[in-house]
């Protein structure tokens, strides 16, 4: 076979381990000075996912469909303490999630539990796991001093049956979030992208719910929302590859960020909706944000926004040195700012 030939969806079935070229670290590729971002730092480390995901950008990024991830750890974090020494004042948080699920391939590669065992001695940077896998058994005994936080992508049971091809059932990432939890990981919760169906308040009550039967307020590191958004020529693409979906069939708009998204007031319904689901479990402490929004929706939904970019940055150092002193010194927001400067 001609592998180059591969389409995105064919080459979910194919697997190629592939050395480091060029840059590999970046700023996440949503960021857009006219949103509210959080700042994340990427690491492509992984190319192409084994799941069906009906909203997934991938189909509509991926030059070809080879599913593929680095295997030269050594190159990968070369470039990752070269880059986080320029700033040591700063925590980087660095996801792998990016371009595919960081475990949904780690029994075929190992890839994530060699980068927490680096990552567990690097100062000012966390690493972030997400996935809508179950994958976590070949992590739970790796001694990562709490330097990786292992993150989930959850939605509604209804939401994964219709739209969430191939992934793990809610149950199935509960049960691996209650695993990770055990075995000292910091976790993270990204309720993204939030979907318009029937009962939609219902599935995200529950969901909310189901989520705090198994794990503690304590241990989550922060919390996201977002609600469904991609570029307009997707519309195609997601009713060729996914005919039974009805995800381009809600009224959406065009953001400043070449994305459609549902209108305003429905996103802030739903925002607020779940919002006020998760502030019965969580702490006061526990940091929430929201994923690509503007600053009038996070004052519609929290009553704040943060002043900057670089002032967002600075609270989740802030959140992780005030809960778990994981920066050893306490982060200095004129630093993160004056770096960064104000995004408005």
């Excluded at 959080?38 to 190319?47: E, G, I, N």
């Excluded at 949904?104 to 890839?111: H, I, N, R, Y």
């Amino acid at each position: 076979m001609n592998m180059q030939s591969l389409n995105y969806r064919d080459g979910k079935k194919e697997f190629l381990a592939i050395p480091k070229k060029g840059e590999a670290m970046g700023v996440c590729a949503t960021l857009n000075m006219k949103y509210l971002c959080c700042r994340v730092h990427v690491l492509k480390s992984v190319h192409n996912c084994p799941f069906e995901c009906s909203y997934c950008f991938l189909q509509n990024y991926l030059t070809d469909g080879i599913t593929k991830t680095v295997d030269d750890t050594d190159s990968l974090m070369e470039e990752v303490k070269d880059k986080i020494k320029r700033e040591p004042w700063r925590l980087f948080r660095i996801g792998t999630w990016e371009l595919g699920d960081s475990l949904a391939l780690e029994e075929e590669t190992g890839q994530a539990a060699r980068l927490i065992q680096e990552f567990s001695g690097l100062e000012n940077a966390l690493l972030e796991l997400k996935t809508k896998s179950d994958c976590v058994d070949s992590i739970l005994n790796i001694d990562h001093k709490g330097r990786t936080v292992v993150s989930w992508s959850l939605n509604t049971e209804h939401v994964i049956r219709s739209e969430e091809h191939g992934t793990a059932s809610l149950e199935k990432r509960l049960e691996a979030i209650q695993k990770t939890a055990d075995a000292g990981y910091l976790t993270g919760l990204h309720f993204d992208p939030m979907i318009l169906q029937n009962d939609w308040e219902d599935g995200y009550t529950q969901l909310a719910g189901k989520v705090f039967e198994k794990i503690s307020p304590d241990r989550i590191a922060w919390i996201s929302m977002g609600s469904l958004r991609f570029n307009p020529e997707m519309k195609k693409k997601i009713e060729n590859n996914y005919p039974d979906s009805r995800l381009t069939s809600a009224e959406m708009v065009l953001g400043d960020d070449a994305k459609v998204r549902y209108v305003k007031p429905l996103r802030v319904k739903m925002y607020q909706h779940l919002y006020r689901e998760l502030i019965k479990y969580i702490r006061k402490d526990n940091l929430i944000y929201m994923c690509m929004e503007r600053w009038d929706v996070w004052d519609k939904v929290f009553g704040y926004h943060p002043d900057s970019i670089g002032h967002l940055d600075y609270l989740f150092a802030e959140s992780l040195y005030e809960r778990y002193g994981l920066t050893g010194e306490p982060p200095q927001r004129v630093l993160y700012e004056d770096n960064f400067g104000d995004s408005r």
